[in-house]
């Protein structure tokens, strides 16, 4: 049995808000609960997802496995439902899973940090605009110095005004 529970206000720790013709989809209440869990409630924001020519080397010491992983995992859910502008970062942190530097938690505490700058952000969607679709590439050209000189190439990919896809990766 099927039954109208009117629009929906919140799933899957995603929030939407029907603003006139306009859909916007946000993790707000996510990005909350990321930052207590992870203890960053307090800390301030920054304007960037990450230092430019961040050294992503697996040098220097050791952090913990677990913990890093469960940041990164916590940052991916996030980039993946609505936040694209966090792919480039999460492409790079997500390289050391394996065996994580203290220099790469504290980037991914970086990226924390960013998201807690910008947590009013997210998708949104013009339901009366045009359905157009186009996108946009670019690359680093040669900019991983750990895996000997690959790029990094993003992609996005609009329908209307609206981001539906966002990639980054190492070529």
Known sequence: ILRDEGPVNAFLNIGFHLEGECLKMHQTHYIDLT????????????????VTNFDASADGEKADEKNYRQLIGSLMYLMVCTRGDLAHAMSVLSRHLNDPRMKHLKAAKRVLRYVKGTREKGLVFHLKKGFDLFGF????HGDCKEAGYRSTAGQLLFVGRALIMWK????
């Open 137 to 140: 590439s670019d690359a680093s």
């Open 168 to 171: 980054a990766k190492m070529q």
């Open 35 to 50: 930052l207590e869990r992870f203890g960053m409630s307090d800390s301030n924001p920054v304007k960037t997802p990450m």
